[in-house]
Nanobody
């Protein structure tokens, strides 16, 4: 299983970015894919999750209303659309996947991880 993130970069506060997570070698229909972020000196935070079982999504309160997770099953890609970005959104963003049958919830344990992509929001 391989997860490869892309789409990070430098953006001004208030701007937008769309991250992509290309997934390969993962054929199970019951899965969850999540986006995590980690800023220097801070704990890793799960920001969003999408369920392959029912398409449901979940968001951390810190990003709710600003970030949107979606998936394109034909492309085996999960996206994170990030709008109204703030300097505190600056972090390395990573996607992760696990086999699980159930709705999107922010507490699953993930088995497969990407390398991450840097997002920097300037004030």
């Amino acid at each position: 299983v391989q997860l490869v993130e892309s789409g990070g970069g430098l953006v001004q506060a208030g701007g937008s970015l769309r991250l992509s997570c290309a997934v390969s070698g993962f054929d199970d229909d019951d899965y969850a894919i999540a986006w995590f972020r980690q800023a220097p000196g801070k704990e890793r935070e799960e920001v969003s999750c999408i369920s392959g079982s029912d398409g449901s999504t979940a968001y951390a309160d810190s990003v709710k209303g600003r970030f949107t997770i979606s998936s394109d099953n034909r492309k085996n890609t999960v996206y994170l659309q990030m709008n109204s970005l703030k300097p505190e959104d600056t972090a390395v963003y990573s996607c992760a996947a696990t086999v699980v049958a159930g709705p999107a919830l922010l507490f699953y344990t993930y088995d497969y991880w990407g390398q991450g992509t840097q997002v920097t929001v300037s004030s």
